[in-house]
């Protein structure tokens, strides 16, 4: 019962360094998202995909790349890390959004990123 | 913004009591959800309302929608030290993302 898995869970970084946070889903979903939640900020989109091999921009996506090769998982990539990107960073995943009805989101548990 | 705000942002009350807060919005909404987080973990879903529905009931969770005003509420009643948490409001507007709002903390005192 695994739902949406993220790694690592704690990374420490230095300024320039670059990375990757890895989402995957079990749940056979199409549309799959990554957030950072800031104090006094909430949550804020950074990229989200709605199938495989599509991705889009959210409202933060500076300096931030995401890849969709494979439907259950989603890559969230810092190429080079600034101290503004230290953050907690969700993955979250939903089954489709299309019409009214909507869809419930799942979440991971978060990744605590900080950058020196 | 189409960001949907919560509020109080903060919110302290005995355990018993009924705990309200409130998410405006600016936009046209298809539907509304409602998440709960608790301290260093993921958001959980709680409760959807579309926008042809007023209020929604599950369980001690009770949600109004007043798409007049763009506003909701989340009621929480008999509230126990298990519900201290952030509750966000997200809003799905016509296009394939939620959004979500700053949360309000809600802790309850046993």
């Known amino acids: 019962n695994a739902g949406v898995t993220q790694t690592p869970k704690f990374r420490v970084l230095k300024t320039g360094q670059s990375m990757t946070l890895l989402c995957a889903q079990d749940?056979?979903?199409?549309?799959m998202y990554w957030y950072r939640q800031d104090p006094g900020m909430g949550l804020r989109l950074i990229h989200y995909s709605v199938g495989e091999g599509t991705t889009a921009k959210g409202e933060v996506p500076d300096g931030y790349n995401v890849s969709r090769l494979k439907k259950q998982n989603f890559l969230l990539g810092l190429e080079s890390a600034a101290p503004s990107q230290t953050s907690v960073y969700f993955c979250?995943?939903?089954?489709?959004?299309?019409?009214?009805?909507?869809?419930?989101?799942?979440f991971g548990e978060g990744s605590w990123l900080t950058v020196v | 913004s189409q960001q949907g705000e919560e509020d109080p942002q903060a919110l302290s009350i005995q355990e018993g009591e009924n705990a309200t807060m409130n998410c405006s919005y600016k936009?046209?909404?298809?539907?509304l959800q409602w998440y709960r987080q608790n301290s260093g973990r993921g958001l959980v879903h709680l409760i959807l309302i579309r926008s042809n529905e007023r209020e929604k009931h599950s369980g001690r969770l009770r949600v109004t929608l007043d798409t007049s005003k763009k506003s909701s509420s989340l009621l929480i009643t008999a509230s126990r030290a298990a519900d201290t948490a952030s509750y966000f409001c997200a809003l799905l507007s016509g296009t394939y993302k939620y959004i979500f709002g700053t949360g309000t903390r809600l802790k309850v005192l046993a």
């Open positions: 936009t046209s909404i298809n539907n």
């Open positions: 979250a995943s939903s089954l489709t959004l299309r019409g009214s009805s909507g869809n419930t989101i799942y």
């Open positions: 749940m056979n979903h199409e549309y």
